[in-house]
Every structure is written in C-alpha cells, then in structure tokens.
C-alpha cells in the first residue's frame, strides 16, 4: 500500500492590534476609529458587522462596535469601526474584546468628565475697570477628574472687555495664565447709574474637555 | 453654558442732603463729586457759596448729559487772570458773572425719575485765591424736593 499522507500546514491567526478610544462621561457620543492588523489571509470584513454589541442602543451604558466598509483583510494593514456608547457618569476605564476569525481583539476605552461650571459673579464701580484673574473662574468650576482648568471663553455679550488691549473677540479661548497676567479687562460704560453686564462662559480642561453646560 | 455677571456699582461720594468745601488753591481742574440722589422726584437745589475773590464755575450732569451749569461766577475783577488761564491752556474764553463774596448762589433741576439717579458735579476754580481772602467754596446738594 501506498502511504496516504496529510499535510497539515500551521496557518498563520489574523493577529489584532489593541486599540483606544476615549469618551466623555454622560455624553451620548460615536466615534470612527482604525484598528491595525497583520497576518490577514483574505478574511472579508463586510460594512456593518458587529463586532461588539452591550445594552440597549441609546440608553445608558450601551456599547456598540460595528465595521464601516467592506475590508479584505489581507496582510497588514488596518479596518475602521464605527464606536458608539453613552457612558454613565461615574463610567470607569474599560476594555472590551471582539473576536475576528477566532482572534480576539481589544479596545480600551478610556473615559473622562468634562469640567463642571458654576455662575461666575464679579463687581466693579462704575468708571473703574475690571481686571479678571483666574480665580474669579476657578472659584466656580470643578472637575471630576481633578484636570487642570486650562482655558476659558466668553460668549453671548462681550461688550466692553477687551482682552491684552484690543476688544476681545466673542469665544475665543483665553489661557488661565493669560488671566493673571491682567490681559483680560471689563471697561465699564461711562453711566452713573449701576447695571449689570450678563455674558456667558465655557470652560475647558488640559484634556481638550468643554463644560457642557 | 453659565453666567459671567459683571455688577457694576454706582460708586458715590455721598449722598444729598450734604455737601463739601473746596479751595481752589488746591484744587483739581475740575474737581469731580458723585451724589447720590435718592429715588425721590423734585426739584434738586444745589447752594454754592464763593467765599473767594476766586470765580468759581459749578457743572452738574446726570448720566453724561448736563442739568445745570452756573458759569464762572465770583469777582469779576479776576476776568484777565481768568482769560489768561483759558488762552494758556486752549480753553474757550468765559465771562464771570458778578457776584460778591460770601453769596449764597443756588441752581436747580428737576428730576423727574424715580431711579436713584447720581448726580456728577464738576467745580472749576482754575485762579488762586488773592492775599486775605478768608476760606473758599461751601457746595451743598439737596435732596429732591417736589413741593419747592
């Protein structure tokens, strides 16, 4: 008899790299992100795979992984995902694995709160200009995260103030270093009769955070 | 996003029913006082006593716009001290109004709101007081009054 000979090759996994994605606490939010790979074999990726799915679309907590276009997977290279979730807000770092072809892959998912405004109220005399330093802001904002409040603007009316001598231009982010060094400036209006100047302002953290609210 | 409140108080020096001496010797051109007016509509006296041989010019304005100006009034004796001072520093030439030592001048305006309204008094005295010319300027600001 003639030997009947089964040649099993070691086929290479697809192997997946980790990925990070990061998101605001309690803030509904997708984001579009694009995982590398190697040792792909022609596997075929079709758009709208789901690659990860918890929860309830839209409500809290909720996590959803889902493939955009159409990737063969072939050698080395990268496929993008579409990453949605509404974290709670007290939501901790996670990660979550998906599997592709019998390879799991990871994404890290990293969360952060953005800085918590409170009314900021200030006083001058009329005739007297106003010189804001950053403790006018930072005595009314928190941040969850303990992150440095590094930025401020104003919106709405910024009549008047005048930033480093020139009138300051509506929502323009302003350094908290800026602040203490005198640049920002409210010019009362030339009355005697005492008023009140309402604007509105934003603050954002060293992460890039906006206040939401 | 939250408020950015800017309180922007009437600062004041005092408030009517009172009033404050000036000497022009040491004075500032123009030496500027903020009153208080209470919410009270009426009339608004204001008495000025040049007790100087000094003429003396009193302003009042409420929010920018002026309720009364009295001119220079005094000794007219002083008019080319008074002309020279103007033409030295470009100011326009003023006439001084006789009035003799020690009169008690009044101006008035009405105010008409009840807004606690603050009036803005400017005292010109540009010239200095002559030898023995006892004190200087007595100013008083009354409160609204509508029965005057």
Sequence with gaps: MKPLIISVRAKQRIALNRATVSFLRSVDATKSINIG?????????????ILYTLG????????????????????????NVSISTLPNSSQANQSISYNIDGTTGIIDFTYNSAPITDDVLVETDNRTNYVFSSADFLNSITD??????????????VTGIQFDGSPYILGTWIALSDLDQGKLVYIPLDQDAEYQHNAQYKARDINGNESLE | MKELIINVKAKT???????????SDDAIYPLTKYIELSNA???????????TNAPLKVKGYIENSIVFDSGYVGDDNRQLALDDFNTNNN?????????????????SFYKNVTANQVLKLECYAPLSVIEDSPNGFEIFIHCPDPNI
């Design chain 2, 91 to 107: 100011y326009p030439l003023e006439t001084i109004t006789y009035s003799p030592v020690g009169t008690t001048n009044i101006y």
């Design chain 2, 13 to 23: 020096d005092f408030s009517c029913g009172a009033g404050f001496d000036y000497v």
């Design chain 1, 56 to 79: 309830v679309v839209n409500t809290l907590d909720y996590i959803r992984v889902v493939t955009t276009t159409l990737t063969t997977l072939q050698g080395t290279g990268t496929f």
């Design chain 1, 37 to 49: 790979y190697s040792n792909g074999t022609g596997q075929q990726l079709a758009a709208g795979t």
């Design chain 2, 41 to 51: 509509v009426g009339y608004v006296l204001v008495d000025v006593i040049n007790n």
């Design chain 1, 144 to 157: 969850p995260d303990g992150d440095t409040i590094s930025e401020v603007a104003i919106f709405v009316d």
